[in-house]
């Protein structure tokens, strides 16, 4: 007999609630420390943590690349046509470089360049060499013209104008470090005398205090700036390898040892970004990107110093505090901030990537412990590598900054994808991770990222 076609809809639901009622419940263990082990519950990460393959880093790259090598065309136009100048017996008061979004002759693009050396060197693929094998011998080509122009005329215009007449250290130093090293890697380009121009505008033409130091007279007369340690030295240290003139490397020296002396803050191992001779007192302001440009600079000059010049282990030292320094900042999203000991101000990219660079380099050739670095340094790219968009653009990059005393003038730069600064330094310091990962091996040990030590 079917029951239910005889029990009511309002019996149904009696019947149900008594079954329910005497159905045992098993009860569910409280989650606590005896039942689960709360180690090994996943944290909530605001930027990927552990390792990225080589795979996913070179894609990164590789996004970057596209974007610039098509926004920065390695061409010359007329510019009242617009068509394509290919024969260099034609050039005129008219040509210009194919308009794009960035300067092929300013020295962010100097980091560029070397970045793209770099990314080859990490990968093999010679396709980022090649980008900047191809733009430095447009250059080199068209100079001749020019120099010859501006002999009989001193305005007359010219794409490379501040390549043949360099104003400032920006003009001069990261483009001729660039170059250097493509003539040291065998670039077929008559570099050579554009090199020697810059060299001379560091070593004999750009103002200087008595004592040697490099500086400007703006904003203030007799002013240091922490960017021109990386405007000037990283171009007199390759000047020294290529020539092997030791007068090279001794100026490069100095100038880390004088501005050290004026800039560094031993107490938290971080530079003032400006130093204004007439001020009794320096107020320190910690820039992010200049101290990028510092710890850069001494990479790069370990690079090529001879071991046994006497200045090695100064800048060596100098090195490492200054790293030790920046550790100590590094925010828990692997970013640092815009000034760097000031945590509400914004974490910025160009910086954070220089210091991964920089750090991962370090590690890479022997200077610091990699056991205590560098999970900090991959970290550090795991950041950089989520401002990369889809485009390959970087967001996140503070743009070109001078020199402030007060608070504000740091805290509310602006951020802009065209800030033509990061895009250098991502390529470096995904380079420098690339070759990092290649050298050794890590393990997510008790939740935590770890060297693995080779027993």
């Known amino acids: 007999m079917n029951l239910t076609k005889y029990i009511s809809i309002k019996n149904l639901s009696i019947l149900i609630v008594a079954i329910y009622i005497q159905t045992p419940i098993i009860a569910q263990e409280p989650t606590n420390d005896v039942t689960t082990p709360l180690h090994l519950l996943q944290p909530d990460y605001p930027t990927p943590?552990?390792?990225?393959?080589?795979?996913?880093?070179?894609?990164?790259?590789?996004?970057v690349y596209n974007f610039l090598d098509a926004s920065t065309p390695a061409k010359l136009v007329d510019s009242k046509s617009n068509q394509e100048v290919t024969n260099l017996k034609r050039l005129d008061?008219?040509?210009?470089?194919?308009?794009?979004?960035?300067?092929?002759?300013?020295?962010?693009?100097?980091?560029?360049?070397?970045?793209?050396?770099?990314?080859?060197?990490?990968t093999g693929n010679p396709k980022y060499a090649n980008y900047t094998n191809e733009r430095i011998k447009l250059i080199?080509?068209?100079a001749p013209f020019y120099k010859e122009q501006i002999k009989k005329n001193k305005d007359f215009?010219?794409?490379?104008?501040?390549?043949l007449k360099p104003h400032a250290l920006d003009d001069a130093g990261a483009v001729c470090a660039?170059?250097?090293?493509?003539?040291?890697?065998?670039?077929?380009?008559?570099l050579r005398p554009l090199i020697d121009n810059f060299i001379d505008y560091i070593s004999n033409k750009e103002f200087r205090f008595s004592d040697g130091t490099l500086a400007r007279n703006r904003p203030q007369p007799n002013t240091l700036w922490l960017d021109d340690l990386f405007m000037s030295v990283p171009a007199l240290a390759q000047m020294g390898k290529l020539t092997g003139e030791i007068k090279?490397?001794?100026?490069?020296?100095?100038?880390?040892?004088?501005?050290?002396?004026?800039?560094?803050?031993?107490?938290?191992?971080?530079?003032?970004?400006?130093?204004?001779?007439?001020?009794?007192?320096?107020?320190?302001?910690?820039?992010?990107?200049?101290?990028?440009?510092?710890?850069?600079?001494?990479?790069?000059?370990?690079?090529?110093?001879?071991?046994?010049?006497?200045?090695?282990?100064?800048?060596?030292?100098?090195?490492?505090?200054?790293?030790?320094?920046?550790?100590?900042?590094?925010?828990?999203?692997?970013?640092?901030?815009?000034?760097?000991?000031?945590?509400?101000?914004?974490?910025?990219?160009?910086?954070?990537?220089?210091?991964?660079?920089?750090?991962?380099?370090?590690?890479?050739?022997?200077?610091i412990d990699k056991l205590a670095y560098a999970p900090m340094a991959l970290l550090g790219w795991n950041a950089v590598a989520t401002k990369v968009n889809a485009k390959g653009q970087v967001e996140g990059t503070c743009v070109g900054t001078g020199m402030g005393f007060d608070p504000?003038?740091?805290?509310?730069?602006?951020?802009?994808?065209?800030?033509?600064?990061?895009?250098?330094?991502?390529?470096?310091?995904?380079?420098?991770?690339?070759?990092?990962?290649?050298?050794?091996?890590?393990?997510?040990?008790?939740?935590?990222?770890?060297?693995?030590?080779?027993?």
Do not use: C
């Open 93 to 122: 008061e008219n040509t210009i470089f194919a308009p794009g979004a960035f300067r092929l002759t300013s020295y962010e693009w100097g980091v560029t360049y070397a970045g793209m050396l770099l990314a080859t060197e990490a």
């Open 157 to 163: 215009p010219s794409p490379i104008s501040t390549v």
């Open 408 to 455: 504000a003038f740091y805290y509310y730069r602006p951020i802009n994808v065209f800030a033509a600064h990061g895009y250098g330094p991502v390529m470096l310091a995904g380079a420098e991770i690339i070759l990092l990962l290649k050298n050794n091996e890590f393990e997510i040990n008790d939740s935590s990222l770890q060297l693995k030590i080779k027993k």
């Open 248 to 367: 090279y490397f001794d100026d490069a020296v100095k100038q880390l040892a004088l501005f050290s002396e004026r800039m560094f803050n031993k107490g938290n191992g971080l530079y003032m970004h400006g130093w204004v001779k007439a001020m009794e007192d320096h107020p320190q302001y910690h820039w992010a990107r200049a101290n990028g440009w510092a710890v850069m600079t001494m990479v790069e000059l370990l690079e090529v110093l001879p071991k046994n010049h006497p200045g090695y282990i100064m800048v060596l030292t100098q090195l490492q505090d200054h790293i030790k320094g920046l550790a100590s900042y590094q925010n828990g999203t692997g970013f640092w901030h815009q000034l760097i000991d000031r945590s509400d101000t914004y974490l910025e990219t160009s910086a954070t990537a220089i210091y991964t660079y920089a750090i991962a380099r370090a590690i890479n050739r022997g200077y």
């Open 178 to 190: 660039a170059m250097i090293k493509v003539e040291r890697a065998g670039l077929k380009a008559d």
């Open 140 to 142: 080199a080509d068209i």
């Open 49 to 63: 943590y552990g390792t990225k393959s080589v795979a996913q880093i070179t894609a990164t790259l590789d996004r």
